[in-house]
């Protein structure tokens, strides 16, 4: 990618959709949905605006936004159909009659919504990265964004458009210790991610777990924080405290537990939300230990055991 792009990716969506000299203004020139040749030429021209059919429209096979509010979706479906879409899509032609969708899927979703045939949109060229790059930039500079959305977005231009953090943070706007809390959410169980997703705990709480290193405490916590309904720095204090109680110190080493055992233990750490041990000697005997963090969790425990 050149550096002119680089420069053009960093300064955000105005750099690149509204601001870029090789975009032209908006002008509708089909009058029908035949494209005269005339919008042919138009149209080959990088960054151009025209009218294009909704069925030439392909979804960018690459855009990291899987979920879309469908209230929100006829909110602006009934904008459109009385307004008018204002502002274009951003696309990539790919044949004589077909483009593939870069930034709007939401607008084009809407514009479908509202019945229309035919949608104004900025023609651009762009490669599978450069795609990429884009879809994610937009999606990342949305208010509405979850943090578990955009550290997926970080992960993926990562991973996908061979970034460093430090690029990364150029292209989107942000320093390298905001874009390295995003990606140390996706360490969390994904338990606690998808309560981040959906709103339940704050960002606030995850970065408050993320201070807790054993996943079955933060498990704990977090269950904690849904049931209680757990501030931030209640839940800092709850960190602190079990990272400063005593570690038992392990003594002799338990034998070596089969496959088979192995997924027991772990099948019953599941179920308990907490570290299951399994102990089992060479002769068949064993124990299970089922540790809790307080009497709370304790009766919790019971509970489950129909104690």
């Given at each position: 990618m050149s550096a002119e792009k680089r420069n053009a990716?960093?300064?955000?969506?105005?750099?690149?959709?509204?601001?870029?000299?090789?975009?032209?203004?908006?002008?509708?020139?089909?009058?029908?949905?035949?494209?005269?040749?005339?919008?042919?030429?138009?149209l080959d021209s990088l960054g151009s605006v025209n009218e294009i059919k909704l069925?030439?429209?392909?979804?960018?096979?690459f855009q990291p936004r899987t979920e879309f509010d469908e209230q929100a979706?006829?909110?602006?479906?009934?904008?459109?159909?009385?307004?008018?879409?204002?502002?274009?899509?951003?696309?990539?032609?790919?044949?004589?009659?077909?483009?593939?969708?870069?930034?709007?899927?939401?607008?084009?979703?809407?514009?479908?919504?509202?019945?229309?045939?035919?949608?104004?949109?900025?023609?651009?060229?762009?490669?599978?990265?450069?795609?990429?790059e884009m879809a994610l930039i937009e999606n990342i500079q949305r208010e509405n964004l979850n943090a578990i959305e955009v550290a997926l977005s970080f992960q993926r231009m990562i991973d996908e458009c061979s970034l460093k953090q430090e690029e990364l943070g150029d292209r989107?706007?942000?320093?390298?210790?905001?874009?390295?809390?995003?990606?140390?959410?996706?360490?969390?169980?994904?338990t606690i991610q998808a309560s981040l997703r959906d709103g339940a705990i704050s960002m606030g709480h995850a970065k408050a777990l993320l201070a807790v290193e054993d996943p079955t405490i933060q498990l704990?916590?977090?269950?904690?924080?849904?049931?209680?309904?757990?501030?931030?720095?209640?839940?800092?204090?709850?960190?602190?405290?079990?990272?400063?109680?005593?570690?038992?110190?392990?003594?002799k080493q338990p034998e070596t537990l089969s496959?088979?055992?192995?997924?027991?233990?772990?099948?019953?750490?599941?179920?308990?939300?907490?570290k299951v041990k399994l102990k089992v000697n060479s002769q068949g005997n064993g124990s299970i230990e089922i540790p809790f963090l307080s009497e709370d969790d304790l009766g919790r425990i019971l509970e489950m055991l129909d104690w």
């Open positions: 990716l960093g300064k955000g969506l105005s750099a690149l959709l509204n601001d870029s000299p090789s975009v032209l203004p908006y002008k509708n020139t089909n009058t029908s949905d035949k494209v005269n040749a005339s919008s042919v030429s138009e069925s030439e429209i392909e979804v960018n096979p979706l006829a909110d602006l479906s009934a904008s459109i159909k009385l307004q008018g879409l204002i502002q274009p899509i951003t696309v990539r032609k790919v044949s004589a009659h077909a483009y593939q969708l870069i930034s709007g899927e939401r607008r084009l979703r809407a514009s479908k919504m509202a019945g229309l045939t035919q949608i104004p949109a900025y023609v651009r060229t762009a490669n599978d990265q450069q795609m990429l989107v706007s942000k320093n390298r210790s905001t874009v390295t809390n995003y990606l140390r959410l996706l360490k969390l169980p994904p704990y916590i977090h269950q904690q924080i849904i049931k209680n309904e757990l501030s931030v720095r209640k839940v800092e204090e709850m960190g602190r405290d079990i990272q400063k109680a005593p570690q038992k110190k392990e003594g496959y088979q055992l192995q997924k027991v233990e772990d099948d019953l750490a599941s179920r308990f939300s907490t």
